[in-house]
T-cell receptor
Framework: QKEVEQDPGPLSVPEGAIVSLNCTYS??????FMWYRQYSRKGPELLMYTYSSGNKEDGRFTAQVDKSSKYISLFIRDSQPSDSATYLCAMIRVNQFYFGTGTSLTVIP | GAVVSQHPSWVICKSGTSVKIECRSLDFQATTMFWYRQFPKQSLMLMAT?????????EQGVEKDKFLINHASLTLSTLTVTSAHPEDSSFYIC??????????FGPGTRLLVL
């Protein structure tokens, strides 16, 4: 079993919908949790960075971490076609990155 | 499946030395490998893309003579930081993709140049 699991999708939603992206992990020693957005042929762009349980909001994006359930989520409100991309979760433990495989999201106008 | 490893995970070196970082796809053939730099709490910056058996394609602003990339086989790519300086200290992360173009990321190599 991989240490970080992420449903690869693809996920298609209509414009304006709320999108929920999720990752689960198996090791409780993970310290930092990130969400990246990656457009085709570009490097992953850091969207959210958190290290504690709870919610963190930035504009239309909310990152949620539940350490007791070993579960992290990224919510996108009022989704736009420009949000169409691959979303990667990542975690850090002992200076090592652990990436999910990414979820491909398409927002349909 | 689809595991990418990097070696070493940690390296400390003196200024002026060269450091080689390996990126391996353990259970699939990687036709394309990508090298990124990751500064703390920042986005991954794409440095170069390499296809097996071909010269790497470097992103604008990345010195190809300083960051030597070799992709000699379908499971191994190496990044050599030549004459490393303290400003080269960073995480270096590789990713690999096969025929399906999904990128699988390695765990990163932390380089500290003293």
């Amino acid at each position: 079993q991989k240490e970080v699991e992420q449903d690869p999708g693809p996920l298609s939603v209509p414009e304006g919908a709320i999108v929920s992206l999720n990752c689960t992990y198996s090791n409780s020693a993970f310290q930092y949790f990130m969400w990246y957005r990656q457009y085709s042929r570009k490097g992953p762009e850091l969207l959210m960075y958190t290290y504690s349980s709870g919610n963190k909001e930035d504009g239309r994006f909310t990152a949620q971490v539940d350490k007791s359930s070993k579960y992290i989520s990224l919510f996108i409100r009022d989704s736009q076609p420009s949000d169409s991309a691959t979303y990667l979760c990542a975690m850090i433990r002992v200076n090592q990155f652990y990436f999910g495989t990414g979820t491909s999201l398409t927002v349909i106008p | 499946g689809a595991v990418v490893s990097q070696h070493p995970s940690w390296v400390i070196c003196k200024s002026g030395t060269s450091v080689k970082i390996e990126c391996r796809s353990l259970d699939f053939q990687a036709t394309t490998m990508f090298w990124y730099r990751q500064f703390p709490k920042q986005s991954l910056m794409l440095m170069a893309t390499s296809n097996e058996g071909s010269k790497a394609t470097y992103e604008q602003g990345v010195e190809k003579d300083k960051f030597l990339i070799n992709h000699a086989s379908l499971t191994l790519s190496t990044l050599t930081v030549t004459s490393a300086h303290p400003e080269d200290s960073s995480f270096y992360i590789c990713s690999a993709s096969g025929l399906k173009e999904t990128q699988y990321f390695g765990p990163g190599t932390r380089l500290l140049v003293l």
